[in-house]
């Protein structure tokens, strides 16, 4: 039984996947819902302090690199689109936007692509963390009411 948490932690921490895909494996194999939310909320928390200090300085340094530059400069628009699209449709409410953009269950707007904005965007550290806290929380219940009510359903047929 450790395997499965340690291989949901795991994958909690992948970006674009994130806890959207941890807790639904979970799910599958039948960890129970609050274990599995606590577990993969803090597996998909853990790399957000790295991200906001450290991966845009990594990929401001490896943009201009032979065999790593177009990515990392695909990651860079990435980032900095991102954050300009939150500026600008949110004015003063950015922490409250950058929430529903993590919280929202879809591949590419979860912590990673959330944090990455904020970095790019020079906002508040600890402002940011809280918000993206919370959207993982949010996206965490979404995914767990569909993946324990939908899947608990499907498995209970066989």
Known sequence: MFKKYLIMFLISMVPIVELRGAIPYAAVFGIPTFRALIICIIGNMLPVPAIYWFARRVLMWGKDKKYIGKFFTWCIQKGEKGGQKLLEK?????????????????????????????????????????????????????????????????????
């Open 90 to 158: 949110t004015g003063g409410g950015v922490y409250i936007a950058l929430m529903l953009f993590v919280g929202v269950p879809l591949p590419g707007t979860g912590a990673w692509t959330g944090t990455l904005a904020a970095s790019f965007l020079d906002l508040d550290w600890k402002k940011s963390a809280l918000a993206v806290i919370g959207g993982v929380v949010l996206a965490g219940l979404i995914v767990g009411v569909v993946s324990y009510g939908l899947l608990g359903a499907i498995a209970a047929l066989f």
